[in-house]
């Protein structure tokens, strides 16, 4: 007998930091429903809801089928709008006419800098916290030095919750700086507000929202962030060994080439 897909499956493919479409992908590609084995009870629903797992994944679990789409007379596939991103949770890039995924992920990687510099001054200078994303570079890449974004949100959610940064590139990552300790001014948390990139958003559907940015962007490595809940580990006073911290979000990050 075939083993079946489980809650556990799902559970790991989050940790991996896959993206909601990938994981629903993976869904509805396995053949049948006796291969599925998904415990959406509510004791079921709480474990996925601690791993993080979202409510658009969840919601597939407890009906893997797709909604069948009715064909208006002529072929053409009513209710869905061309002017529109498809009606899956993500950030896409509108390229002329065409709506170009920029591909998600989790991000929880998480590094303390600055520290040495701390101790040396007994905590006067202070240390910071920096999110990283792998790799040098974006696989997605928007040529458009003015582009034009939308935003397909999971319920409860608003493009209002989303910051665009601009990427530190080094050799073999891309980070940001979201929180700081100690020093003169003490602690604190969130995305540097330096890094953020000002833009504006108007609510053009149900939960889809039409990006504009204030200036051009110039070549580089950016991404727009949305934290899903954020835990500082940093003692309290002087800096000491133990000091960190952790961030939870998810990251869609792009490249404007020169």
Known sequence: MARRFTNQDIIEMVRLGLSDDVIIAKIRSVSGQDALKFDTSVDG???????????????VMINPERTPVSVAPGGAPSGVDPNLPPPEVGVYWKDAERFIPIEGQALTQVKVGGRAGSLFTYGVRGQHWDAYVDGATSRNHVRDRHPRFYFYVSDGTSASDFVLIRLNQKKHRREFQIGSL????????????????????????IRTFKVTLDSDLNAGEYAFFMGTGQQAMMTEG???????GTVAGRIYDFNVPD
């Open 182 to 205: 100690g020093g003169v001014r003490g602690g604190k948390s969130g995305v540097k507000q330096s890094g953020e990139i000002p833009f504006k958003f108007e609510h053009v559907a």
């Open 45 to 59: 629903l709480k474990a996925l809801k601690a791993a993080r797992v979202s409510d658009q994944v969840i919601k």
């Open 238 to 244: 002087r800096v000491s060994a133990g000091s960190g």
